[in-house]
């Protein structure tokens, strides 16, 4: 007996590390992705990073928007890849139209110069760094409405399942990843990511039994336009995650139980979306909670929608007035 357990486990570490070992990051061929220009920063509309202090001593950088401290807080959550400064014409609009305080958090990892791109320290910590962002704000004061963009939203819904889901009063979810299988998706993400499946096959079998030595592990790349990695802002794309951080920036396994704790929230996304089925976004995430609103807007894609005013007037009015029913537009 005792042979045959010796056996089966190293047939398992075998597999486990064989699928590991057999793919690597590798530079993208050329590709058309995302239209990334509709989401360069305005520099009128950015009031520049600062930085807060999250519970481990790392000093985080944020978009910080002014408004009233007793008022609601807003916190904009960016999508994979990327980081607050494509979000600066929505925060604008929340802050100066709607009269919220905003918060533009680079998630770690991300940004101008984080301490390792594309990493975390482990699988939670993003969940963690937006608690206490929120609680250095004065979040448990106050209202907390969060507003997630594609990842981002994951991340929302994510958040709103795990053990901060609490401090949630609203949501905005901007056409959110749910998960590699669900209905919403398609296949890697209308070309913009590249999953290295056989590596993160082989690092959940290793987490199932405990084992996170190999986490720090890039298992997803992002194909950015040349546009984009040679322009001004190029060395502030984050072009692959580990397997934390990827784990970390979605929903669990089952996504629907993440979604069935969601406060009051609003779904939108463009009808035109690229990375997203969005018409599969409603009988979706209507089947798992009420407590959702839905909005498609005609002309907007997966990234364009983060700059149209439909799009910042249904957020607004969302949060402000929290409007009943469905909306279709």
């Known amino acids: 007996m005792l042979v045959i357990l010796v056996s089966s486990a190293s047939i ?12 690597r990051i590798q530079p993208l061929p050329a590709r058309e ?14 009031p520049g990073l600062t930085t807060w202090r999250a519970r481990d001593g790392a000093e985080l950088g944020v978009r910080h928007y002014p408004g009233p401290e007793t008022g609601p807080l807003v916190v904009v ?5 990327w980081h607050g400064g494509g979000y600066t014409a929505l925060g604008a609009s929340l802050a100066e139209e709607y009269g919220f305080e905003v918060l533009i958090p680079d998630l770690r990892g991300h940004g101008p110069a984080p301490m390792r791109r594309g990493d975390v320290d482990y699988v939670g910590q993003l969940e963690d760094d937006l608690a206490d962002l929120i609680l250095a704000y004065g979040g448990t004061e106050r209202p ?3 507003v997630g963009h594609s990842s981002g939203g994951g991340l929302t819904i994510r958040f709103a399942g795990g053990a901060h889901g609490h401090m949630l009063d609203k949501a905005v979810l901007i056409a959110p990843f749910l998960k590699y299988n669900a209905p919403t998706a398609r296949e890697d993400g209308g070309g913009w990511s590249h999953v290295l499946v056989r590596r993160i096959i082989g690092l959940s079998m290793l987490n199932a039994v405990g084992i996170h030595a190999l986490d720090h592990l890039h298992v997803i790349q992002f194909r950015f336009p040349d546009s984009v990695l040679h322009g001004p802002q190029g060395a502030t794309a984050t072009q692959s995650y580990s397997y934390r951080l990827n784990t970390s920036f979605a929903p669990r396994a089952d996504y629907l139980a993440d979604v069935a704790r969601l406060p009051p929230f609003l779904l ?15 009988p979706t995430l209507a089947a798992a909670t009420p407590r959702g609103q839905y909005m498609l807007i005609g ?7 983060l700059s149209d005013r439909d799009a910042h007037a249904a957020i607004g009015t969302f949060l402000r007035e929290a409007p009943s029913g469905v909306a279709d537009g």
């Open 144 to 146: 907390v409405y969060m």
């Open 33 to 46: 992705s995302l239209a990334f220009a509709s989401i360069e920063t305005t520099t009128a509309q950015d």
């Open 268 to 282: 939108i996304a463009g009808r035109e979306d690229e990375a997203f089925r969005a018409e599969a976004y409603e």
């Open 12 to 23: 398992f570490f075998m597999i486990a590390f064989g699928l590991i070992a057999s793919q």
């Open 299 to 305: 002309g907007a894609n997966h990234l364009g929608i």
């Open 77 to 81: 959550v960016h999508g994979s890849g």
